[in-house]
């Protein structure tokens, strides 16, 4: 069973930073670009970064470009995001996701549950 | 920048009627348009992928296609379960990033 499990959310404060992680299993991790897709409860998806297999390609919304950092560890089965410089814009429920292609950015397959990011002061 | 709408914001059907769901691209795309469906308090799940191609486990109720910049995903005879939020999905190759329509909310009658 595909399992993508996120971890690292919480509260914190403008301007300050958060490290997501994304465990996953029961895939080979290293067959499949991953992404961070986020939500705003109530609202719409926004996508927010991906990287394909070997890190050849990577990419970030507009919204998070500089601030934010993907990387993945395939040897451990992990993807991560490094958030810098939040802002209260970042609140959302964050999602790790699996895509279908491992070379290219293509269409999500498998979602985790999301880990809940809160910007506050 | 692709920019992507869906139309209509909100859609009314009864069960058992035909369902029909508009995803317009404001540029020349490519034909690697996805669609999503997701249930209050859940995770999207994939429907389509590459305009038409059902995704694993999908009915067959379910049926997307394109023409030019302007997709549509088909629910041939909606089920109360089909109710939620569909969002379409557009890709780039360069630079690479995904792009989410704002959805189309489906209720039933």
């Known amino acids: 069973e595909v399992q993508l499990v996120e971890s690292g959310g919480g509260s914190v404060q403008p301007g300050r930073s958060l490290r997501l992680s994304c465990a996953a299993s029961?895939?080979?991790?290293?067959?499949?670009?991953m992404h961070w897709v986020r939500q705003v409860p109530g609202k719409g998806l926004e996508w927010v970064s991906g990287m394909t297999w070997d890190g050849s390609r990577v990419g970030y919304a507009d919204s998070v470009k500089g601030r934010f950092t993907i990387s993945r560890d395939n040897a451990k089965n992990s993807l991560h995001l490094q958030m810098d410089s939040l802002t209260t814009d970042d609140t959302a429920l964050y999602y790790c996701?699996?895509?279908?292609?491992?070379?290219?950015?293509?269409?999500?397959?498998?979602w985790g549950q999301g880990t809940l990011v809160t910007v506050s002061s | 920048d692709i920019v992507l709408t869906q139309s209509p914001v909100t859609l009314s059907v009864s069960p058992g009627e035909r369902a029909t769901l508009s995803c317009r691209a404001n540029?020349?795309?490519?034909?690697?348009l996805a669609w999503y469906h997701q249930k209050p308090g859940r995770a999207p799940r994939l429907l389509i992928y590459d305009a038409s191609n059902r995704a694993t486990g999908i009915p067959a109720r379910f049926s997307g296609s394109r023409s030019g910049a302007d997709f549509t995903l088909t629910i041939s005879s909606l089920d109360p379960e089909d109710c939620g939020v569909y969002y379409c999905?557009?890709?780039?190759?360069?630079?690479?990033?995904?792009?989410f329509g704002p959805g189309t909310k489906v209720d039933i009658k």
């Open positions: 996701a699996r895509d279908k292609n491992a070379n290219n950015f293509a269409a999500i397959l498998s």
């Open positions: 540029l020349s795309v490519s034909g690697y």
């Open positions: 999905q557009q890709r780039s190759d360069w630079p690479p990033l995904m792009i």
């Open positions: 029961g895939f080979t991790f290293d067959d499949h670009t």
